[in-house]
Nanobody, 121 residues
Framework: QVQLVESGGGLVQPGGSLRLSCTPS????????MGWYRQAPGKEREMVAI???????GYADSVRGRFTISRDIADNTIDLRMGSLKPEDTAVYYC???????????????WGQGTLVTVSS
């Protein structure tokens, strides 16, 4: 029943900025292993940024210094701020996390539906 809902994708010029958001569709008990991934046409899905359970972050070499991942504790929103965008950043972006919907439930992996980011002039 629980879904991850993404928003913020769209068309942006090279050098521009964009912010993506991802939030659970219902109230949840716990969320872990949060991250953003992307897949370009004809390419394999790749990790973009992760937020570790101890508060750290990790980034793909291709986006390090340009992208920032963060979490809003109040509503469990996972944000990805993207700057200095390049045409090669064009892809469908997916958020991902492991979620427990109640104290009686086990963690399960959930993927967002994907949001398209197009970087072009």
């Amino acid at each position: 029943q629980v879904q991850l809902v993404e928003s913020g994708g769209g068309l942006v010029q090279p050098g521009g900025s964009l912010r993506l958001s991802c939030t659970p569709s219902i109230s949840i008990f716990s969320i872990n292993d949060m991250g953003w991934y992307r897949q370009a046409p004809g390419k394999e899905r790749e990790m973009v940024a992760i937020l570790t359970n101890d508060g750290g972050t990790g980034y793909a070499d291709s986006v390090r210094g340009r992208f920032t991942i963060s979490r809003d504790i109040a509503d469990n929103t996972i944000d990805l701020r993207m700057g200095s965008l390049k045409p090669e950043d064009t892809a469908v972006y997916y958020c991902n996390a492991k979620i427990r919907t109640s104290r009686y439930s086990a963690y399960r992996e959930v993927w967002g539906q994907g949001t398209l980011v197009t970087v072009s002039s």
